[in-house]
């Protein structure tokens, strides 16, 4: 494969640490397959590359051209139109030992550019998600391993590994983990943050 054409040199050493990466992206973003920049920088962008490899992995190509000591320079080329597809996580063994976040999730999709979110949730045995409203979008939740309840406005539905449970927006429910806790996987629609309405009491 012949090298990338440079297009252009982006110099982010005036830049503000927290402009630095979204105007690289921009710049990436901006690029036809075949093309590249050179990314002139006053280190080495480590955690940049590791960002392309969530990203694009598989879809650029990132060549040193200045290693130090003062001045980095890297050729940044697009390979590929858009990012590839590819396998994210094993399931089966995902967050295994890992601390939950505030929300119980263990896993999150990645990605800086999509479309959906997505979530790996465990809840420790007999814990639970408090009753709720859901967001205005619809949620397809895959129950990964353990057992336990959702909980809705009418009803109780038994949760077991290999369910597959519609969430419809703006839907009452409440979680509750079975004696072995439980772990499933949510796939919505992206949305800014996700909030909880609490359910008025009856």
Known sequence: MSAPKVVAELDVRQLRKPDKHPAIFARY????????FTLVNNHYPRHLRDEFEVEFPGGYSWDVETDGPTVWRVRIGRTASTALPRVLTDTTAAAAGTESDPTGAVWTLPMRQRDLDSNIIRLAPDAGIDAHRGPDLDVLIHILDGSG????????????P?????LPRRSERAFRA???????LTVHRRRQAL????TPSR
């Open 178 to 184: 079975g004696p072995n806790g439980l772990r499933y």
């Open 29 to 36: 973003d901006a690029l036809a397959v075949g093309e590249s």
């Open 162 to 166: 290999g369910s597959l449970v519609w």
């Open 195 to 198: 909030t909880l309405d609490p």
């Open 149 to 160: 309840t959702l909980t809705t406005e009418n009803s109780t539905v038994e949760l077991a």
